[in-house]
Structures are given as C-alpha cells and as structure tokens.
C-alpha cells in the first residue's frame, strides 16, 4: 500500500489475454484484514466453483507475509491444486531476502525454502528474470520459462512526439518511485548530485516526482533541493494514464533505487514511454533491460551518474539513438501483448505433468 505492482501486474496481464480471447479472473487472498483461514476458505470456495483449467499464483514475500515468512503461499498453492486442473506459479522474486543481521538471515533462508517448494509444487513456473540468471534453477528443467514483465502503465503511442520537438533551453528528468527511509535519503542524495551537474551547464532543469514513496518524502525532496537551481515537483501517486503523459513530456528517468534490474516496473515505464534511462549497473547487464535505451554507471557512482544524465540531455544525437532503443526493447520484450502471448503458448505447450509433491 498505497500501491501494489503485482495486482497492476495481473489486471494488465488480464487484459492482454482478454484480447486474445483468454478469459482470466483475479482472486485476491485479503489475509491481512480477513485472516488466514477467512482467505484460505474463500480460495477454496472460488476455485470450487469456478473449476479453473489454470491458477497462476503470483509470488513475492512480502505480499504473503508481513514480515517476510510467506508459509501462506504454500497453503494457498495446495489448495488451488486440489481444486484447480493445473496450476502455474509467477516468481516476481527467485531468491530470498538477504541481509546482515540473524533474523534477516534466518528470514532470507526461509524465503529461499519456500521458493523452491512452491517450484516443486508447480505444474509449470513462469521467472520475471532470465532463467541462465537464476542459480538454483536446473537449466534442463522445461517446466520453467522466462517471461519479461511489462511496465505498470498501459501500452499506448510508443514515440511521444514532446521528445522530438522539445526546447533544448529546458529539460525535465522524472523520478518514478522512491524508497522508504533510511534508503529514500541516500536516493535524494544522488539525484540532487546528478541534476546539480546536469545543470551546470547553463540550461534549466525540473526534476518531476511521481509514483510510490514520492508524496510521503515531499518534505525530504524540498529539503534535499534547497540552494539548487533546479525546479521540483511532486506529483505523488497518479492514474496510470497521467503517469504514462508525465513520463511522455520528460526528456530522461534517473533510477537509482539500487542497481538496475528486469524487474523495475518503473524503469519499464520509462522505456515504454521511449526514454533515455540513467541508472545503476550491477543487475542490468545480460537482460533484455540492457537492451533499452540505458546509460548504466558503476553502483554509487554519483559522478558518473551525473556525467551520463547531462550527456543524455545535451547531446540531441545520442539522445535519439537511446529513445530508438528503448522503444525496439518495449515492442520486443515489455509489451503487454507480446507478455500475453508468451503465456499463452506457455501454458498450453505440451502436456503439463502435475508433481506428485
């Protein structure tokens, strides 16, 4: 809350095989107003009536547990596959939580656990990372299959025209998405450091906030661009068509929540709406995200980042070719049509052999 990527992940997706003439229907397990056994009950009592051929249960941690210990999923997994033909399971994370303390140890190596169950339970899995990425992951295993995500907005024109025709004199840059505390403060400290050297060199920047975490951290983000000469703001959280206009009318997204990675929702965003991207290497490399129109620096390296957002911004040619690049990426991989499609060969391929687990 207030967002939730994973629920805007299975209404696009139902969407796009909707058009293909796939019915689909959310269940949504309210576990932490209703209860456990409230939520487990109704699971079973939805896919008892409707007898589903497929339930595809999405994965992340966090959204099984509040504290990041996801037994639940198992439970619900069990269900569906008693009451379900098959049933399919979406990783939005292949790997536990890691962290230096022993609770988060303890956590992260649970997490893994339950991961590796829920593949055992699968009739078929479907990875939002390559699968050669995944280490655990027996390359040989065919019920597994790599599908990108799309971005978290709707696919629309895919050259926004304000790109093209824009006045060199004014740049916007857009952030989509900030961290909670205590990482939100070192976010800030990069992009303040970025827009004051793209700056620098005589034009006038805005930088634009949009998205989750960005109207919680108002105050932080004015306090962290007092004394620049760099315009701010802050829309908070937007309908999924004005963030697609916002994101149209910029000339870059920074992302620095961490190394760039082929799950950021937001970052795919971006590359749909055909911007130039600055962001954090480490992650990116060797995934179709690399392939959009990125400019990847070393982890933490705020001089570089800066280096690379006023490239981005100043030199018109390259520009271009990094736009280029991330509109051929979206058609080629993010597209929530080209997303249906891959599910849908996936899941009617072959004869899927239910484990016996």
Same mark, same amino acid.
């Given at each position: 809350?207030?967002?939730?990527?994973?629920?805007?992940?299975? %209404?696009?997706?139902?969407?796009?095989? !909707?058009?293909?003439?796939?019915?689909?229907?959310?269940?949504?397990?309210?576990?932490?107003?209703?209860?456990?056994?409230?939520?487990?009950?109704? =699971?079973?009592?939805?896919?008892? #009536?409707?007898?589903?051929?497929?339930?595809?249960?999405?994965? @992340?941690?966090?959204?099984?547990?509040?504290?990041?210990?996801?037994?639940?999923?198992?439970?619900?997994?069990?269900?569906?596959?008693?009451?379900?033909?098959?049933?399919?399971?979406?990783?939005?994370? $292949?790997?536990?939580?890691? *962290?230096?303390?022993?609770?988060?140890?303890?956590?992260?190596?649970? !997490?893994?656990?339950?991961?590796?169950?829920?593949?055992?339970?699968?009739?078929?899995?479907?990875?939002?990372?390559?699968? /050669?990425?995944?280490?655990?992951?027996?390359?040989?295993?065919?019920?597994?299959?790599?599908?990108?995500?799309?971005?978290?907005?709707? &696919?629309?024109?895919?050259?926004?025209?304000?790109?093209?025709?824009?006045?060199?004199?004014?740049? @916007?840059?857009?952030?989509?998405?900030?961290?909670? $505390? $205590?990482?939100?403060?070192? %976010?800030?400290?990069?992009?303040?450091?970025?827009?004051?050297?793209?700056?620098?060199?005589?034009?006038?920047?805005?930088?634009?906030?949009?998205?989750?975490?960005?109207?919680?951290?108002?105050? +932080?983000?004015?306090?962290?661009?007092?004394?620049?000469?760099?315009?701010?703001?802050?829309?908070?959280?937007? /309908?999924?068509?004005?963030?697609? !206009?916002?994101?149209?009318?910029?000339?870059?997204?920074?992302?620095?929540?961490?190394?760039?990675?082929?799950?950021? *929702?937001?970052?795919?965003?971006?590359?749909?709406?055909? =911007?130039?991207?600055?962001?954090? +290497? *480490?992650?990116? #490399?060797?995934?179709?995200?690399?392939?959009?129109?990125?400019?990847?620096? $070393?982890?933490?390296?705020? #001089?570089?980042? *800066?280096? +690379?957002?006023?490239?981005? =911004?100043?030199?018109?040619? =390259?520009? #271009?070719?990094?736009? &280029?690049?991330?509109?051929?990426?979206?058609?080629?991989?993010?597209?929530?049509?080209?997303?249906?499609?891959?599910?849908?060969?996936?899941?009617?391929?072959?004869?899927?052999?239910?484990?016996?687990?």
């Amino acid at each position: 809350m207030p967002a939730d990527g994973v629920q805007d992940y299975c %209404e696009y997706l139902g969407r796009a095989l !909707q058009a293909r003439s796939v019915r689909s229907q959310i269940a949504r397990l309210n576990w932490n107003t209703d209860g456990w056994w409230k939520a487990l009950r109704e =699971l079973r009592r939805q896919c008892s #009536e409707e007898s589903p051929d497929w339930v595809i249960l999405q994965f @992340t941690a966090l959204g099984w547990s509040k504290r990041g210990f996801p037994l639940g999923a198992i439970a619900a997994l069990a269900i569906a596959r008693r009451c379900a033909n098959r049933c399919a399971v979406v990783f939005h994370d $292949p790997y536990g939580a890691k *962290g230096k303390r022993l609770v988060d140890k303890i956590r992260g190596s649970f !997490q893994s656990w339950v991961i590796r169950r829920l593949y055992q339970m699968a009739d078929k899995a479907i990875f939002a990372d390559p699968l /050669e990425k995944i280490e655990w992951l027996r390359q040989t295993e065919e019920k597994a299959v790599f599908i990108p995500i799309g971005a978290n907005i709707p &696919d629309g024109a895919e050259a926004p025209l304000a790109h093209l025709s824009r006045d060199s004199r004014f740049s @916007t840059v857009s952030i989509y998405c900030l961290s909670d $505390p $205590p990482n939100l403060y070192r %976010e800030l400290d990069d992009i303040v450091h970025a827009a004051r050297m793209a700056a620098s060199s005589g034009s006038s920047l805005g930088v634009t906030f949009l998205g989750r975490g960005t109207g919680e951290a108002r105050s +932080a983000i004015d306090r962290a661009f007092r004394g620049t000469n760099v315009s701010v703001s802050n829309l908070g959280i937007r /309908e999924p068509d004005e963030v697609r !206009q916002v994101l149209a009318d910029s000339q870059a997204m920074l992302c620095v929540r961490g190394p760039l990675y082929p799950r950021r *929702g937001s970052a795919l965003a971006g590359v749909a709406c055909g =911007l130039p991207i600055v962001a954090y +290497a *480490g992650a990116a #490399e060797g995934t179709p995200i690399e392939e959009a129109g990125v400019e990847l620096v $070393p982890y933490r390296d705020r #001089e570089a980042l *800066g280096r +690379a957002l006023q490239r981005i =911004l100043l030199d018109e040619s =390259l520009w #271009e070719r990094q736009h &280029d690049r991330s509109i051929l990426a979206h058609r080629r991989y993010f597209s929530w049509d080209l997303v249906a499609s891959k599910f849908e060969a996936f899941l009617n391929s072959g004869d899927a052999v239910r484990s016996p687990n």
